[in-house]
């Protein structure tokens, strides 16, 4: 294998990366640490040359930094994943994902509305937010809430694929334009991707690789 990986006709070879198997087991890391660094080792002889090694996943670099080496592989730290990452004054990828109120539908008790067809069992005012699951969000997440000028509302129904309701009936004065929250800091209270994924099957990695797939994000 290695007279194949260093054959200059084969293949250019810039560097080594490995994944540990079990991240939060000291014995584990160092076992496979070490041979990952004799492997490396034995390249490097091969070709007469420095390679980047890289091991330095997330929960590594939190526990061991010594893990480092010359190249690292911080994914869900810099996104803000892990409860460590204030201590490395990083600052996170990923600050908000956030929309605008577009429109306030006044529906009467006993009407329905939504795929799940929710029954309102009051007069009710809901709010209209362009973001749906086609954005990454949740499609069904129980006592799912987003911040309104500054205050924690419940998501009314599942999300539609470009749509979100919120039902602001218990709140005066909301307008259109307004901005709403889903992750990020609002009047002194913050929503986390882990408040995101609660009452769901999702973890906090799996909504982020949905939030990171959709192509429309903007400023706002």
């Known amino acids: 294998m290695l007279e194949r990986i260093t054959d200059p006709g084969r293949c250019r070879l810039i560097g080594a990366y490995a994944h540990?198997?079990?991240?939060?087991?000291?014995?584990a890391v160092?076992?496979?640490?070490?041979s990952f660094q004799r492997c490396v080792?034995?390249?490097e002889t091969g070709l007469g040359r420095t390679l980047e090694r890289n091991v330095g996943a997330s929960r590594v670099l939190i526990t061991d930094p010594a893990w480092a080496l010359n190249a690292v592989n911080p994914g869900g730290l810099v996104y803000g994943l892990y409860d460590a990452?204030?201590?490395?004054r990083l600052r996170p990828v990923l600050t908000a994902v956030k929309a605008r109120v577009i429109a306030l539908r006044h529906m009467?008790?006993?009407?329905?509305?939504?795929?799940?067809?929710?029954?309102?069992?009051?007069?009710?005012?809901i709010a209209i937010v362009p973001i749906g699951y086609s954005d990454g969000l949740p499609r069904v997440q129980e006592r799912?809430?987003?911040?309104?000028r500054g205050h924690r509302i419940p998501?009314?129904?599942?999300?539609?694929?470009?749509?979100?309701?919120m039902d602001v009936t218990d709140m005066a004065d909301v307008q259109i334009g307004d901005e709403v929250v889903f992750v990020g800091s609002q009047g002194g209270d913050d929503i986390t991707l882990n408040d995101l994924t609660t009452g769901t099957d999702l973890t906090e990695t799996d909504l982020l690789q949905r939030l990171a797939r959709h192509p429309h994000r903007h400023l706002i």
């Open 30 to 34: 160092a076992r496979q640490g070490q």
């Open 41 to 43: 080792d034995a390249l």
């Open 144 to 148: 799912g809430q987003a911040l309104l």
């Open 85 to 88: 990452l204030g201590a490395h």
């Open 155 to 165: 998501l009314s129904g599942p999300r539609h694929a470009e749509y979100t309701m």
């Open 108 to 125: 009467a008790a006993g009407t329905t509305s939504g795929y799940a067809g929710k029954i309102y069992e009051r007069d009710s005012v």
């Open 20 to 27: 540990f198997s079990d991240q939060l087991n000291p014995a």
